[in-house]
Protein backbone atom coordinates (compact mmCIF):
# COMPACT_ATOMS: atom_id res chain seq x y z
CA UNK A 1 0.00 0.00 0.00
CA UNK A 2 3.49 2.51 -0.04
CA UNK A 3 3.10 5.03 -2.50
CA UNK A 4 6.12 7.07 -3.67
CA UNK A 5 6.23 10.16 -6.03
CA UNK A 6 8.82 12.07 -7.59
CA UNK A 7 9.40 15.20 -8.16
CA UNK A 8 12.17 18.08 -9.09
CA UNK A 9 13.26 17.22 -12.33
CA UNK A 10 13.93 19.29 -15.14
CA UNK A 11 16.28 20.90 -17.83
CA UNK A 12 19.62 22.19 -16.17
CA UNK A 13 22.94 22.87 -17.82
CA UNK A 14 26.24 20.82 -18.06
CA UNK A 15 28.11 21.33 -14.86
CA UNK A 16 25.23 22.12 -12.25
CA UNK A 17 23.44 20.44 -9.68
CA UNK A 18 19.69 19.25 -9.06
CA UNK A 19 17.89 17.89 -6.26
CA UNK A 20 15.47 15.31 -6.56
CA UNK A 21 12.69 14.35 -4.03
CA UNK A 22 10.67 11.60 -3.15
CA UNK A 23 6.94 11.46 -1.22
CA UNK A 24 5.78 8.23 0.27
CA UNK A 25 2.72 8.30 1.75
CA UNK A 26 -0.11 5.23 3.08
CA UNK A 27 2.61 3.54 5.02
CA UNK A 28 5.54 3.93 7.47
CA UNK A 29 8.48 5.40 5.50
CA UNK A 30 10.61 4.38 7.51
CA UNK A 31 8.92 0.86 7.83
CA UNK A 32 11.18 1.01 3.86
CA UNK A 33 15.05 0.54 2.77
CA UNK A 34 14.52 2.82 -0.22
CA UNK A 35 16.46 3.84 -4.04
CA UNK A 36 16.99 6.30 -6.56
CA UNK A 37 17.43 4.61 -10.23
CA UNK A 38 17.27 6.15 -13.91
CA UNK A 39 16.39 5.12 -17.30
CA UNK A 40 17.60 6.35 -20.81
CA UNK A 41 16.00 5.85 -23.33
CA UNK A 42 16.41 2.76 -24.95
CA UNK A 43 18.96 1.88 -21.97
CA UNK A 44 18.10 -0.38 -19.12
CA UNK A 45 17.01 1.23 -15.97
CA UNK A 46 19.82 1.43 -13.68
CA UNK A 47 20.47 1.59 -10.30
CA UNK A 48 21.80 4.77 -8.47
CA UNK A 49 21.60 4.55 -4.64
CA UNK A 50 20.00 3.01 -2.33
CA UNK A 51 19.51 4.15 1.84
CA UNK A 52 18.85 2.05 4.80
CA UNK A 53 15.37 2.87 6.69
CA UNK A 54 17.12 5.20 9.06
CA UNK A 55 19.11 6.47 7.06
CA UNK A 56 22.42 5.66 8.78
CA UNK A 57 23.41 3.09 5.71
CA UNK A 58 23.63 4.11 2.47
CA UNK A 59 24.96 2.60 -0.72
CA UNK A 60 26.13 3.93 -4.22
CA UNK A 61 26.93 2.12 -7.92
CA UNK A 62 30.40 2.76 -8.21
CA UNK A 63 30.03 5.10 -11.59
CA UNK A 64 27.55 7.20 -9.38
CA UNK A 65 29.19 8.02 -5.91
CA UNK A 66 31.11 10.99 -6.30
CA UNK A 67 28.65 13.23 -7.76
CA UNK A 68 25.40 11.73 -6.03
CA UNK A 69 24.28 12.02 -2.80
CA UNK A 70 21.12 10.37 -1.37
CA UNK A 71 19.40 10.87 2.14
CA UNK A 72 15.58 11.03 3.82
CA UNK A 73 13.78 12.59 6.56
CA UNK A 74 11.42 10.53 7.99
CA UNK A 75 9.73 12.77 10.05
CA UNK A 76 8.68 14.17 6.60
CA UNK A 77 8.44 11.36 4.75
CA UNK A 78 10.70 11.98 2.15
CA UNK A 79 13.54 10.77 -0.05
CA UNK A 80 16.48 12.76 -1.58
CA UNK A 81 18.88 12.97 -4.35
CA UNK A 82 21.05 15.61 -4.76
CA UNK A 83 23.48 15.52 -7.81
CA UNK A 84 26.31 17.47 -8.71
CA UNK A 85 28.40 18.08 -11.75
CA UNK A 86 25.93 16.93 -14.48
CA UNK A 87 26.44 15.86 -17.64
CA UNK A 88 24.56 15.14 -20.52
CA UNK A 89 24.82 11.56 -19.93
CA UNK A 90 22.74 11.88 -16.68
CA UNK A 91 19.59 12.56 -18.94
CA UNK A 92 17.06 10.02 -17.99
CA UNK A 93 13.73 9.65 -16.12
CA UNK A 94 14.60 8.96 -12.57
CA UNK A 95 12.67 6.92 -9.94
CA UNK A 96 12.76 6.23 -6.25
CA UNK A 97 11.28 2.94 -5.03
CA UNK A 98 11.02 1.42 -2.18
CA UNK A 99 11.01 -2.36 -0.13
CA UNK A 100 10.01 -3.03 3.54
CA UNK A 101 13.47 -3.01 5.11
CA UNK A 102 15.85 -6.08 6.26
CA UNK A 103 16.15 -3.95 9.82
CA UNK A 104 20.20 -3.19 8.43
CA UNK A 105 21.29 -1.85 5.18
CA UNK A 106 19.89 -1.59 1.41
CA UNK A 107 19.90 -3.61 -1.93
CA UNK A 108 21.94 -1.90 -5.04
CA UNK A 109 19.04 -4.61 -6.89
CA UNK A 110 16.43 -3.53 -9.05
CA UNK A 111 14.75 -6.74 -8.83
CA UNK A 112 14.53 -5.91 -4.74
CA UNK A 113 12.57 -2.82 -4.78
CA UNK A 114 8.51 -3.48 -5.00
CA UNK A 115 7.31 0.14 -4.89
CA UNK A 116 8.02 2.54 -7.50
CA UNK A 117 6.56 6.12 -8.68
CA UNK A 118 6.19 7.03 -12.32
CA UNK A 119 9.53 8.66 -12.37
CA UNK A 120 10.65 12.71 -13.32
CA UNK A 121 12.44 13.83 -16.32
CA UNK A 122 16.22 14.97 -15.89
CA UNK A 123 17.35 16.40 -18.98
CA UNK A 124 21.25 18.24 -19.11
CA UNK A 125 21.62 19.89 -21.96
CA UNK A 126 25.83 20.89 -23.14
Known amino acids: QLGVMESGGGLVQAGGSLRLSCTAS????????AGWFRQAPGKDREVISC????????NYADAEKDRFTISRDNDEEMLYLDMKNLTPEDTAMYYCAATPSNGLGCPLTLDEYEYWGQGTQVTVSS
Open 51 to 58: INWSGTRT
Open 26 to 33: GSRFDDYA
